[in-house]
């Protein structure tokens, strides 16, 4: 009896998902890690400020924001820290999909290693742009203008920072993966369509 292979690739990418997710979560400090590396110094050099460090602890971490506070008595504003907690594994979620996606797909161990890579890389990249969009929604949309200095931008600049921090946690994540696949593996999608479609008629 032939095995339906759309039905035999939904089969793997359901066995590899659990995983997936097990070694994601297991290298999510080590992952966070090299997120910071990269964040640290974007964040920095777009608003040297504003953008003091930032500190991991786990796979969590806190963007520091230099601001100024008033305080009775003092002759001048104190310069306090104020830490944004982020959680970096809420952009990278779709990381491991992606990966079942790759693993449940023909074996070719050149392909399947540099799709992983790129994979990676990608979600690294997200990470990247979630944690920058995340911190600068909250300095600028949470945090009282006095506190970042009467700072202010220009209004396609907050609608930017809208955007991209939407994009971050709603979007990217959850259609990367698919998009990937799309991308990786087009002539296996052209073998499959076949049984998608007697499936559809079904």
Known sequence: MQVNPLFSFILKVFLFLPL??????????LVTAIVVLMAEPLLQSLF?????????????????????????????????DLPIPINPLIYS???????????????????????????????????????????????????????????????????AIALGYQLGVLILPAVTPIIIWLLFYQDFIAQLMPALRRSAAD
């Open 20 to 29: 997936c997710y097990w070694g994601w979560y297991s290298l999510a400090e």
């Open 48 to 80: 040297p400020a504003l953008i003091n460090s930032i500190e991991q602890t786990g796979y969590l971490i806190n963007v520091i924001a230099e601001v100024t506070v008033s305080v009775q008595g003092a002759p001048n504003d104190v310069v306090a």
């Open 93 to 159: 979620y779709g990381l491991p999909l992606a990966l079942a996606l790759i693993l449940a797909s023909p074996l070719n161990f050149v392909k399947t290693v540099r799709n992983i890579a790129l994979s990676i890389m990608v979600f690294l990249l997200i990470q990247v742009w979630g944690i920058s969009f995340e911190s600068l929604k909250v300095l600028f949309y949470q945090t009282p203008p006095e506190l970042i200095g009467n700072m202010k931008l220009p209004g396609w600049q907050f609608d």
